[in-house]
Nanobody, 123 residues
Framework: QVRLVESGGGSVQTGGSLTLSCAAS????????MSWFRQVPGKEREGVAA???????SYADSVKGRFTISQDVAKNTLYLQMNSLKPEDTALYYC?????????????????WGQGTQVTVSS
């Protein structure tokens, strides 16, 4: 079992920045894909960024150039640096993990999830 706990959400104005953290504990040995998703009420959960066990990263087109995913393996912590935030980035952000070399494409293929942290961007 892997436990994920997100932190760092909050309210910012358009153009502001936030850094989300996701602390992992439990059976964290081995290869994992770590990913950030977000969801707004009434919409499906969407992938924001992912990092695989080799350190390769991928981003949704809507956040490319503004968000950066990274991880501190020694601290078992995943980060999402979010810059130039827009109102459309407002959502509940989730951290997810799946054991394996590569990252699944769909939320349903991730086994472990955090409880989410709210990000609100005002215009």
């Amino acid at each position: 079992q892997v436990r994920l706990v997100e932190s760092g959400g909050g309210s910012v104005q358009t153009g502001g920045s936030l850094t989300l953290s996701c602390a992992a504990s439990g059976s964290t040995y081995g290869s994992y894909c770590m990913s950030w998703f977000r969801q707004v009420p009434g919409k499906e959960r969407e992938g924001v960024a992912a990092i695989d066990s080799a350190g390769s990263t991928s981003y949704a087109d809507s956040v490319k150039g503004r968000f950066t995913i990274s991880q501190d393996v020694a601290k078992n912590t995943l980060y999402l640096q979010m810059n130039s935030l827009k109102p459309e980035d407002t959502a509940l952000y989730y951290c997810a993990a799946e054991r394996g070399t590569y990252c699944p494409a769909l939320p349903r293929d991730f086994t472990y999830w955090g409880q989410g942290t709210q990000v609100t961007v005002s215009s």
